[in-house]
């Protein structure tokens, strides 16, 4: 067993809760209820094949399948990458998508935002369709493909709180590779996340505490096994 594993703790149930915490303070948690069938728009092909390799990482973690299609919706997790928000407005159909998108777009260049997602749901709570908007600012294209695929996939492959990020980031940097990966104990969420024991979404705060110990359990097997 390896320092670095015997130094990873798993998240405490107080901080799970506070992850699945909305803006308005109520818990709200859910994960996907089907098969991730993804298309990017806004970059070449290339770059296409690199950042879908690294989300596909990310959804390994769930247990989740990409697919080419989604049978009802075609694709359900879209992201479009623009260099300026007005280059949106170039996109058939996007306002369809996004309702009430001139305000959205005012607001996201009024705050100077680099990005957006937002995600529907099916009948039982479960995520049915993610849209990612990116705009490729300084900070991005500082950014490796791999790194901003690993980020984006982080956030979308569960409903997180609206500042569940704000003070410590989901992945992390291996420094003998340079590679990013998610940090243990949120890889560890994640999966425990999708443990079919649990339901695919819910709003009370007693489900973070079996979440937490879930998460915990996988964890302690992971550092064991090391």
Known sequence: MTDTMT?????KPGRVEELFTAENGTYRFSRWGRP????????????????KDAM????????????????ELGANLMMFFCTDWDEL????????L?????????????????QYRTFSFDENGAIKVCIVLLR????????????LGVGQM???ILLWGDGAFDDESPIAIVPENAMCIVKPDHAALIAAAYDPALPPSATEASHAMRLAARAAKLLEEVVNSA
């Open 136 to 147: 490729f600012d300084d900070h991005m294209a500082q950014t490796s493909v791999q790194t």
């Open 7 to 11: 130094q990873i703790t798993a998240l």
């Open 89 to 96: 407005d170039m996109v058939p159909n996007l306002d369809q």
């Open 154 to 156: 982080a956030q979308c």
């Open 36 to 51: 991730i069938a993804p298309v990017v728009f806004g970059i070449d092909d290339d770059t296409l094949g690199h950042l």
């Open 56 to 71: 596909a990482s990310v959804a390994l973690i769930a247990n989740m399948e990409f697919v080419e299609t989604d049978p």
């Open 98 to 114: 996004l309702p009430d998108f001139d305000v959205l777009k005012a607001s996201l260049k009024r705050t100077g935002a680099n």
